[in-house]
């Protein structure tokens, strides 16, 4: 059909995410940015870039998938295959580094966002639809994900599973 575009691999796994932790009665998603960049499930919630000298630069990130586990929040960016994931390392670990967990919290609910139970811990993670397993990351809760399964590697992610 004219007019419409093949699904990419990181259409196949930022939608895989989305559905499987939509459909989880312990987990809450907060925010879907897909690669297409609407978001028309969930609310857009950003996050202002902060530069090395703790100053805002006007500039906001959007992080493709925030869910909300117990008290855990996991901010979770997808890409095609993992090794692609360079630039959003940094992008998540510098969000680390910004702001605390709580600050975080005080500023998605400024957008909307609401949290039955407050989370005190934060998560960063990467999805794929193609890991390659020399680019898994100890600190990361790590994703595969394609039509039809979902897998968990590492311990992180693997722990985050059984909480569901």
């Not at 998603?29 to 609407?38: L, S």
Request: net charge negative; with cysteine; aromatic share 8%.
């Amino acid at each position: 059909m004219k007019g419409f575009r093949q699904k990419t691999d990181e259409d196949i796994a930022s939608e895989k995410l989305y559905d499987f932790f939509d459909e989880q009665k312990k987990a809450v998603v907060h925010c879907w940015h897909p690669p297409d960049g609407k978001s028309y499930f969930t609310l857009l919630l950003q996050i202002p870039q902060i530069n090395a000298k703790g100053e805002r630069t006007g500039k906001r990130d959007h992080i493709d998938l925030i869910v909300q586990i117990k008290d855990i929040l996991l901010l979770l960016e997808v890409k095609g295959t993992l090794s692609d994931s360079g630039v959003d390392i940094d992008k998540l670990n510098n969000i680390k580094k910004a702001f605390t967990i709580d600050q975080l919290v005080e500023l998605f609910e400024k957008q909307g966002a609401e949290f039955a139970i407050k989370p005190k811990e934060l998560i960063l993670g990467l999805g794929a639809r193609y890991v390659d397993t020399k680019y898994i990351k100890d600190d990361f809760a790590i994703f595969q994900a394609d039509n039809n399964s979902l897998l968990s590697h590492g311990e992180i992610a693997e722990n985050l599973l059984k909480l569901l």
